[in-house]
């Protein structure tokens, strides 16, 4: 199983920006999909943007394109917010799909991730 501990979260102004990170320990991410996912209250989790391994295609969900980049290596995968919007508010979630081995088409179904980090607060505020 794939421990994921994610980072970066905080308090932002809207039109500011975040780095999200997701660290890998134990067995490493090199040969699962990764993605990012938020929650906010009252919600259901939703994707925000996912990776297939080695980096050969990324998903990004319509509200985050243009704004949001997606990005990994082999133990890491990063999210960079940009232009963000008080509607961006929510735990963000790290989620690694072992089973899925599409290399270019990316998951977009929060079923096809095993494993998730604990959650990290994103709040976008004035």
């Known amino acids: 199983q794939v421990q994921l501990v994610e980072s970066g979260g905080g308090l932002v102004q809207p039109g500011g920006s975040l780095r999200l990170s997701c660290a890998a320990s134990?067995?490493?991410?090199?040969?699962?999909?990764m993605g990012w996912f938020r929650q906010a209250p009252g919600k259901g989790r939703e994707v925000v943007a996912t990776?297939?391994?080695?980096?050969?295609s990324t998903h990004y969900a319509d509200s985050v394109k243009g704004r949001f980049t997606i990005s990994r290596d082999n133990e890491r995968v990063s999210l960079q917010m940009n232009s963000l919007k008080p509607e961006d508010t929510a735990v963000y979630y790290c989620?690694?799909?072992?089973?899925?081995?599409?290399?270019?088409?990316?998951?977009?179904?929060?079923?096809?991730?095993?494993?998730w980090g604990q959650g990290t607060q994103v709040t976008v505020s004035s």
């Open positions: 989620g690694a799909a072992p089973r899925y081995t599409g290399s270019y088409i990316p998951p977009e179904n929060s079923d096809d991730f095993d494993d």
């Open positions: 134990g067995r490493t991410l090199s040969d699962s999909a």
């Open positions: 990776i297939t391994r080695r980096a050969f």
